[in-house]
C-alpha cells in the first residue's frame, strides 16, 4: 500500500495511532493540525543515548542495555492491584532479571527470541543484575531510545511515547514544506539556524550543543515577531493627535506642595509635561515601588491640564482607593485652586446627576472614581487627560473607554500608574505599547521595614511585640489569607488557615481585650469595608485584621507593623505590596512573615523579602522562581503566548531579537516593502486582537 504523505494543514486524527478520539483529546492542548504539533515543543529531555552491556552498565544512572528476552514473561498477582511481570533477558555474557509492576499486558508484548532495547537503572546483587519498569522497544524499530527524548507536556489519554512518534511522523513528511519564517538576511546577520533544522532538532536533538543553537533559533523568532507587532502598535498609537498644552513650569506647581519631590518625581513630571505639551497622544506608564509617590505625578499632570483649561479623570480599582486618592489629591490641587471630585457606584442617584452636571459643565477639573466613571451618564466638557491607577486590575479596553469619552480629534492623554515593579526584560514586553517613567527612589526620612520569617512557636512573642507597638500609638495590620472558616479551598489544612472573622474575635476577646481589634475582608458590603478602613486610618483602631483587600494602595502612615499569617500562601510580589502598606510615615517600621512551611522553593521566596525592601529586585527573583506565567496570564493583553522563551534566562536573545525588529522597522515602519509582506502577514496573525490598530 502506498501511503500519502501528510500536509503541514493536516488534522491530526489521520495520523497512525491517533484517531478521533485523541484528536479530541489533543485539541485541548491547542494541538488540531499537524502543524500545531510541530510547535508543541518539549518541555525537558531525557538522555538515553549511552549503551552498555549489562555487566558494564552504571549503578547510578539509567542507561540503554540491549539484551534478548531468554524465556516468556511470567506474571505473579501479589494482591489486588499489584501484578507483576518478570522476565529473563540475556547478553552476550550475561543474564539479567527485568521486574514490570501492572503492566500485564507485557506478557505478549515481550517475545522470547527478540532484541529490544531497554532503558533502564540496572542493580547487581552478588553476581545478578536486575532492571525495574524499563523503558523498551524492539531493536529492529528503535525510536524511543539511544537518543535524547523529548518529554512532552501531555494530557490525560496522551501518552508521551505516542506523542512523540507522532510528531517523528509529521517531520518526515511535512519538515520540507516548511518554510523559513524570518527573512535570508536577518538569519545571515544574527547567525540563526534555518527553521526546518530548528524543528527537528528541537524535538529530537542529537546533542546538546545542537539542542541549544536549535533553542537559539526559535526563541529568537519568538521574541523577534513579538517586538515587531508591539512597535507597530507603539507607533500606530505616536502617531494620534492628542490634546496640546501650552507649557507651564512644573515648580510653579511644585511650590505648592507641603514637601520637595524626589528626583524621580521630577524626572516623570518632566517626561509627563513634555508628552503633553507635544501634541501627540501620552502613552505612558509611571512605574514605581509602593510609596514611591506617584500620585502627586498624576496631580502634576491633572494641575497642567487644568491649567490649559482641561479635564482629568483618575480612575482605581475599588472605592477605597477611589476615596482615599479624592482625599489626598484634593489638597494637593486646592493650592492652585482646582476642583477634585468624586465619583463611585455608592453615591446615591441625585449625587451622581449633580458630578455630571458639574463635568458637563467644566465645574470639575479633576474626577477621582471607580469604574462609575465609564458609565453611559458621565461626559466632559473637556476631557484631557485619562490616569489609571494600578493597572493590572484594568484591562487596555477599560483605558480606552474612558478615554473615548474626550474628544474624538484630539484623543486624550493617558497615564497608567503601577505599583507592580517588573522586571525590565519583562516590562519591555508586556508594556511594549507604553512609553515608559521609571520612579526608583522613595521620599527622604523613609526607614527601610525590617522583616523577618518566623514560627507558630514565636506567636506568643509576637502578639507582646503588637502590643508594644500599640502602647508606642502605632498601629497594626494582621493579613490573613482565608475570610471565613467555612471556605475550604478543598485542600485539607484549609481550616488550619487564620480565618478573619473568627480570629479578629479571638484576637480582640483572648489576646488583646484592651486594644480595638477591627476587621475587613472583600466579602464585606462596600460602605462597611469603607467605615472600617476610615477608622482605621483615624486612628479608631489599633489592630486591623485584613484580607488582601488592604493589598492596594491603602495609606494608614501611622500603621508600623504588618504581620501575614500563613506567609507562603502568597506570591513575592503579593506580599511585597502587603508589607508596603507600612513605612509610609517616618517611624521605623516592620514586617513579620509567619509560616511554618519547609519546602526549600517557600523558604526561599520568603528570605528574599526578608532580604530587600527593593521591589524590581523581588520582580527579577519572582520571574526567576516562578516564571512569567501569572504575569502574563492575569492580563487580557492580547499578545501572541511565548511556547519558548525564557524571560528570566533568555536576556541576551530577548535583547538581539529587539535589536533585529528594530534594524528592519527603521528602514519600513509600517512593514509596506514587497519583501517584508510575509513578516506583516505573520505579525497580524500573531497579534489578531490587535488587528484593527495595525490597518
Ligand atoms: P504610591 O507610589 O505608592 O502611590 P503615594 O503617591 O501614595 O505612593 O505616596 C506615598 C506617601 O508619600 C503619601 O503620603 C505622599 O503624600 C508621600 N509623598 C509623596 N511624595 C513625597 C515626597 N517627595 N516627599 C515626602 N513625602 C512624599
Ligand atoms: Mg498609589
Redesign the pocket.
Known sequence: MISIPYLLSDTVDSLPGIGAGRAKKLEKLGIVTTRDLLLWYPRSYEDRRECCSIRQAPQERSVCVKAMVAAPPRVSRIRKGLELVKVNVVDDADAMELTFFNQSYLRTALVPGEVYLFFGTVERKGSRFFMTNPVFEPERNQRFTRCIMPIYPLTAGISNNLLAGAVRRVLEDCAGQMEDPLPASVLKRWQLAQTVYAVETVHFPPSWEELGVARRRLIFEELFFLFLGLSMLKSSGEHTDGVKCEPFDWHIYADTLP????KA?QRSVEECFHDLCSGRAMNRLIQ?????????VGAACAWLMAKNGFQSALMAPTELLAEQHYR?LSPLLAKSGQRVGLLTGSLRAKEKREIYAKLEAGEIDLIVGTHALLSEGVSFRALGLVIT?EQHRFGVGQRSALAAKGDEQRRPHVLV?S?TPIPRTLALIIYGDLDVSI?DER???RQEIQTVLIGEDKRQRLYGFVRKQVQQGHQVYIVCPAVEESEGDGVSGAMDLKAVTAYAGQLQSSVFPDLKVGFVHGKQKSREKEAVMSAFAAGALDVLVATTVVEV?V?V?NATLMVIENAERFGLSQLHQLR?RVG?GSEQSYCVLISNHRSPETRQRLKALCATNDGFVLAEEDLRLRGPGDLFGSRQHGLPPLRMADLAADTRVLYEARDAAQEILQADPGLDLPEHQRLRQRVLSLFEQHRDTFN
Open positions: 514637601f520637595t519631590l524626589t518625581q514605581g515601588d509602593v510609596g514611591s509617590g506617584k500620585t502627586v489626598t491607577d500608574m505599583a520612579m521620599p527622604p526620612g494602595g495609606d502612615p508596603g509610609r
